[in-house]
């Protein structure tokens, strides 16, 4: 395995994770990095680079932020979004991937990419649920403001330094999953 196929597994890990908190805007910067050229594409994923998608991609990322600061209709979004981060974490996987067999790449993509993605976006909606439950979606505009800048900087982190991408995922999963631990039930001793 060369080092530009690690590199390129972890950008698609990175944008996977980013895609758990907002779909389009892990899309929309991995388009405008094909487009600028900072970063090439697959050839059968070429056409995210193209202006067509920058700005398609671009109004459905502005549109996705400005949904999730509507209370109430932010947990509607979320029940879409995690089928939907599910399959885009697999895609950016999959569009990033350099120089390896085709089984192993959509091996990765559907278990790192869509397993992340989906893991981080069920996390985000159970976190709504409870905000819209605890303070009656008052809460749910700060949560978005988290989740976006979150997605933001694990995108960014992606394209220019994949690396520190990767920890910040796996940092993301165990905090993720240190709140899921002591937020489920406790087993009685009977």
């Known amino acids: 395995m060369t080092s530009e196929t690690i590199i390129s597994i972890f950008l698609g890990v990175g944008l996977a994770a980013s895609v758990g908190f907002r779909v389009f805007l892990p899309l929309f910067a991995l388009s ?24 398609t991609l671009g109004v459905a990322t502005v549109l996705e932020i400005f949904a999730y ?18 399959v885009a974490g697999t895609a950016v996987m999959v569009s990033t991937m350099a120089n ?5 790449t959509w091996s990765l993509a559907i278990i790192a990419g869509g397993g992340t993605a989906s893991a981080i976006k069920g996390a985000n909606a159970t976190g709504r649920l409870t905000s819209s439950a605890t303070t009656g979606g008052l809460a749910n505009p700060i949560v978005s403001t988290v989740e976006t800048g ?11 330094a994949p690396i520190l991408a990767a ?17 489920r039930p406790k087993k009685s001793k009977h």
């Open 150 to 160: 979150t997605a933001a900087v694990v995108a960014t982190a992606s394209i220019f």
């Open 32 to 55: 405008l990095a094909s487009y600028f050229g900072v970063w090439e594409l697959n050839e059968s994923w070429t056409w995210v680079g193209s202006l067509a998608a920058v700005l």
């Open 69 to 86: 600061f509507i209370p109430w209709f932010d947990n509607l979004l979320d029940s879409i979004a995690i089928p939907l981060a599910a």
């Open 100 to 104: 390896l067999d085709p089984v192993i």
């Open 167 to 183: 920890i910040l995922v796996i940092v993301i999963l165990v905090i993720i999953f240190s709140i899921y631990r002591r937020l």
